[in-house]
């Protein structure tokens, strides 16, 4: 009898769970504090809980830590050296639920331009963001420059993230950045899509993305920069 997709995917969380373990273990035992961070970061961006890491990757990888001093194969400075970077893990783990609260204070709007029906990579592009924490307002495909400029006014976003796929989409984006910039001067700008052509390139306030996995570090930047002006 075949296993149920639910356990399939339960087996492959918890086998992950135990690699991180054993790669954060090792970089304990290591005393390698990069190691022990990207084995933290792949747990996050896995979608472990902060409670899954601590209970489940950082525990029982300090646990193995005690056994070992206390068999005498490790050192005190050993174990201080791995309680030393499982406490700045902590630290990382604090920064990245401080990092997704902020987030949530700042609106990304995201719309195709008049004419533009191709929206995958924008809706991509919305999950991303939401996942990363922030608000986002999906506007869709084919809006009109007046209707955005008005939607721009009314919800006053950070970002505006625009697509273009069709042949002559870097004008169409162009234009509806113009008419967002009369009613919404505060407002910055991602572009993407296959449709752009050098007439659009980045400058003060406009990032272009090749890649949907981009955006949130452009948004980041984006916000940043406008909260330094
Ligand atoms: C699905 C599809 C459709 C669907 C769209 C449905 C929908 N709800 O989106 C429908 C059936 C509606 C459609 C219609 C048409 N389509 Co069409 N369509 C496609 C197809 C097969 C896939 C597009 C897609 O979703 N790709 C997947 C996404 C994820 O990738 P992507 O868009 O390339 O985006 C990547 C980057 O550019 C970037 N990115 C893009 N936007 C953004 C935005 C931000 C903010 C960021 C950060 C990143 C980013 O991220 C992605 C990768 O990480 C393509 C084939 C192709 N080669 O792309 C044709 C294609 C785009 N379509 C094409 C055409 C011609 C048409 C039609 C004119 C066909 C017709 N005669 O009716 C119409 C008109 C569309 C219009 N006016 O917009 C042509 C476009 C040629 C051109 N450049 O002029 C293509 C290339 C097909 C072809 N080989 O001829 N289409």
């Known amino acids: 009898m075949g296993h149920r997709p639910d356990n399939d995917s339960r087996e492959a969380h918890e086998a992950r769970i135990s690699e991180l373990g054993r790669a954060f273990a090792n970089a304990l035992f290591a005393g390698d504090e990069a190691a022990a961070q990207i084995a933290i970061r792949e747990a996050m961006d896995a979608k472990l809980t902060t409670a899954e890491i601590d209970d489940e990757v950082i525990a029982p990888a300090l646990w193995l830590v005690g056994d070992r001093w206390e068999r005498g194969e490790i050192s005190v400075a050993d174990e201080h ?64 420059p007046g209707a ?32 967002v910039q009369q009613a919404c001067p505060g407002a910055t700008y991602i572009v993407g899509g296959r449709g752009l052509t050098s007439r659009l390139h980045a400058r003060a306030g406009i990032a272009v993305c090749e890649r949907v996995s981009d955006v949130v570090e452009s948004v980041d930047a984006l916000i940043k920069r406008a909260d330094l002006n």
Do not use: F
Not at 93 to 104: C, K, P, T
Not at 148 to 168: I, K
């Open 81 to 144: 050296i791995a309680t030393e970077i499982s406490l700045r893990v902590l630290a990382l783990q604090r920064e990245a639920a401080r990092l997704a609260r902020a987030r949530r204070n700042h609106l990304v709007m995201l719309a195709a331009p008049c004419g533009e029906l191709h929206v995958v990579a924008l809706r991509m592009v919305h999950n991303l963001l939401r996942e990363a924490g922030y608000d986002a307002l999906m506007l869709g495909a084919d809006v009109p």
């Open 148 to 179: 955005l400029a008005h939607a721009a006014q009314r919800h006053r976003p950070d970002v505006l993230c625009l697509s273009a796929t069709m042949a002559g989409g870097s004008d169409q984006v162009l234009v509806a950045i113009h008419e």
